[in-house]
Structure formats: structure tokens, C-alpha cells
């Protein structure tokens, strides 16, 4: 039968083959296993376990689910930080009650200020032209009966002596077109000369009087913006013994905080130091289950490869099967093996 030598080849190739597959992927699988359970045993080993820590001030709580995560955590104040606690905070009822009551303390501040505004208003509404003009009024005003008193008794003086009617001293046409001078008695003349003067002194006032008027306008804004900012700092500064009451409880809460800060610090530490052996734990265990792989022998499946490959083989089973001599199979995988070895 000359189709049975190539089907015991054929099919000692494929049994082998099958056979070495099954092995390779028995092998994969105990490696896959081998690997996973590694990156558990470093992701367990990397877990955050926080320490229940206990100072002087307070102790922290964690708390830690049936898998082993953390799932809360908290702290105790001491009995006695909380005592201070409780007197703070009701000193801070009292600080934060007068700080409500600020703005009404502070009121007439506000209310002078913008009396200030107002007033500033008023002085700021004239020009300092307009403010010379009122101002040489007013002062002419106030010297017109003494004016006009000296006028008189210097009348009567001329006319007593004689001199009423005369005039010197006339003036011609100014080169700019402008009058000259009016004949006049000395003594008028003086009258006059003098008035002149005072004028011009008053004038030089009204000039002063106006600047004057527009910086005591801008004073009063000022003025009045500085209250304002009193009022305001009045109001803050009301509030600051409700803020350090405040403060001075935040300060206590976070001495009684530092156990859970000090457990969370030591359990990070420790996270991170399990991280490391895990890290090793896992390279280790990765190559330990790749050695294990690479090393799986299935000594079957190499026999029946070797009997689908080796043809001499093949013939002398197919031979044997069809009744031929045994002398001669036995020949054949002689020769067989040592063409195989050679």
C-alpha cells in the first residue's frame, strides 16, 4: 500500500504538531496566571495604608473596606483644645455682634463726609474771577462811608480856606488814546491817589481771595474723603476681634488635624516604599513565569514530529503495518537513524 508511508508522515506531523500547541498554550496560560498574580501581589504591596496617629492634641481615624481600601478617614480634638474651642467661639458671637453694629457707630462719619462733599460743592461752583469780583465789592462796600467822609471834610477844608476852586495838575491825551489826567487841587489829588492805591491793593486781595476760595474747596474734599476712609476703616477694623477669635479656632483645629496629616505622611512613605518592593516583586515574578515558559518540553510531541519528518521511518512503519519483513524495517530505521545522525 504505497499511500500508507506519507499518512503516517503526514499525521505524525500533525499529532505532533497538535500535541505541541497544547503544550505552547498550556504553557502561555500558566504564564499569563503567573504574571497577573504578580501585579497583584506589587499592587497590594504599593496600597495606601495610612497610621491611626495620637498626639497630645488629638488622634486621626482611617477606615478600610472588606478589600483592604481605605474608605474614610477623620480626627479627635483633644477634650481640652475643644474646651478652648467652644470659649473662642463664643467670644467670636460677641466680636461678630459688635462688628454688625459698626456701621450704625459709624454713621455721623458718613454723614460728615458728605456734608464736606456738598460744601465743596458750593465753594468749587465760582470761578476765581467771580470770587475777586464779590470780594472787591464786599471790601469797597466797607469802605465807602469812610470814603465818602473823608470826602467831605476835605471839601469843606478847601472850601473854608478858600481853595474850592482850584485845579492843577491837568494832563493831555495818553499816546494809546486813553484820557490823562483831571486838574485837581493837591490835596484832591492826593485824596485820590490815595484811594487809587488802596484799589490796587484790594484787587491784589480779590486775586488771592479767589484761589484762596477754590483751595479750601478742594480741602473740604479732602476733608471729607478722609472721614470716608475713616468710617470704612472704622467697620473693618470692628470686625478684627471676630477674625482673630476666628483665627485663633483655626489655629487650634489644626494642632488637633496633625495626627491625620502625620498618618496620612506616614502611610504615603509606606506606599511608596511598598511600591518599590512591588516594582521588584513584579519584574521578578514577569520573569520567572517567561523562564517557565521558554522551559516546557512535551517529549511526545517531539516524537511524532520526529516520525512525520523522517520519511525512512515512515516507510519502514508503513512496511511493517503491510506485512513486509522485519529484517528489513529494522534495516530501514538503521539506516534511518544514521543518515538522521549523520
Given amino acids: 500500500m504505497p499511500w500508507i508511508a506519507p499518512a503516517i508522515s503526514v499525521g505524525g506531523s500533525l499529532?505532533?504538531?497538535?500535541?505541541?500547541?497544547?503544550?505552547?498554550?498550556?504553557a502561555a496560560n500558566a504564564s499569563a496566571q503567573a504574571q497577573i498574580e504578580a501585579a497583584r501581589i506589587a499592587a497590594d504591596a504599593a496600597k495606601f495604608r495610612p497610621v491611626g496617629v495620637t498626639t497630645r492634641f488629638g488622634a486621626s481615624q482611617f477606615g478600610f473596606d472588606p478589600s483592604g481600601n481605605l474608605s474614610s478617614a477623620g480626627y479627635t480634638v483633644s477634650p481640652e483644645l475643644k474646651a478652648y474651642q467652644d470659649?473662642?467661639?463664643?467670644?467670636?458671637?460677641?466680636?461678630?455682634?459688635?462688628?454688625?453694629?459698626?456701621?450704625?457707630?459709624?454713621?455721623?462719619?458718613?454723614?460728615?463726609?458728605?456734608?464736606?462733599f456738598g460744601l465743596?460743592?458750593?465753594?468749587?461752583?465760582?470761578?476765581?474771577?467771580?470770587?475777586?469780583?464779590?470780594?472787591?465789592?464786599?471790601?469797597?462796600?466797607?469802605?465807602a462811608p469812610s470814603r465818602e467822609r473823608q470826602f467831605s471834610q476835605l471839601q469843606n477844608q478847601l472850601f473854608n480856606t478858600g481853595r474850592g476852586g482850584l485845579s492843577v495838575g491837568a494832563t493831555g491825551q495818553r499816546p494809546s488814546g486813553g484820557a490823562g489826567?483831571?486838574?485837581?487841587?493837591?490835596?484832591?489829588?492826593?485824596?485820590?491817589?490815595?484811594?487809587?492805591?488802596?484799589?490796587?491793593q484790594l484787587a491784589?486781595?480779590?486775586?488771592?481771595?479767589?484761589?484762596?476760595?477754590?483751595?479750601?474747596g478742594t480741602g473740604l474734599f479732602g476733608q471729607g474723603a478722609n472721614l470716608m476712609g475713616q468710617y470704612q476703616q472704622g467697620q473693618v477694623g470692628a470686625l478684627s476681634p471676630f477674625q482673630s477669635y476666628l483665627n485663633a479656632t483655626q489655629g487650634i483645629e489644626s494642632l488637633g488635624q496633625s495626627p491625620l496629616d502625620i498618618g496620612a505622611q506616614l502611610g504615603g512613605r509606606?506606599?511608596?516604599?511598598?511600591?518599590?518592593?512591588?516594582?521588584?516583586?513584579?519584574?521578578?515574578?514577569?520573569?520567572?513565569?517567561?523562564?517557565?515558559?521558554?522551559?516546557q518540553f512535551d517529549p511526545w510531541a517531539t516524537a511524532f514530529q520526529g516520525i512525520g519528518q523522517n520519511p525512512?521511518?515512515?516507510?519502514?512503519?508503513?512496511?511493517?503495518?503491510?506485512?513486509?519483513?522485519?529484517?528489513?524495517?529494522?534495516?530501514?530505521?538503521?539506516?534511518?537513524?544514521i543518515q538522521g545522525w549523520e
Fill in 15 to 26: 499529532l505532533g504538531g497538535m500535541m505541541g500547541g497544547q503544550s505552547s498554550s498550556n
Fill in 87 to 116: 470659649r473662642l467661639m463664643a467670644m467670636g458671637a460677641g466680636g461678630l455682634a459688635q462688628a454688625e453694629g459698626a456701621q450704625q457707630q459709624y454713621a455721623p462719619l458718613q454723614q460728615a463726609a458728605q456734608g464736606l
Fill in 120 to 143: 465743596g460743592q458750593q465753594y468749587l461752583a465760582q470761578s476765581p474771577e467771580q470770587v475777586a469780583q464779590q470780594y472787591m465789592a464786599k471790601q469797597q462796600d466797607l469802605l
Fill in 181 to 200: 489826567l483831571g486838574a485837581s487841587s493837591p490835596e484832591m489829588e492826593a485824596y485820590y491817589n490815595a484811594l487809587a492805591q488802596q484799589d490796587a
Fill in 204 to 216: 491784589a486781595g480779590a486775586q488771592q481771595a479767589g484761589q484762596q476760595q477754590v483751595a479750601f
Fill in 270 to 295: 509606606a506606599a511608596t516604599a511598598g511600591a518599590q518592593a512591588g516594582q521588584s516583586l513584579l519584574y521578578g515574578g514577569i520573569n520567572a513565569a517567561r523562564t517557565a515558559q521558554a522551559g
Fill in 312 to 337: 525512512l521511518l515512515a516507510q519502514g512503519l508503513a512496511n511493517w503495518m503491510g506485512g513486509s519483513n522485519p529484517t528489513a524495517i529494522s534495516s530501514g530505521y538503521k539506516q534511518s537513524a
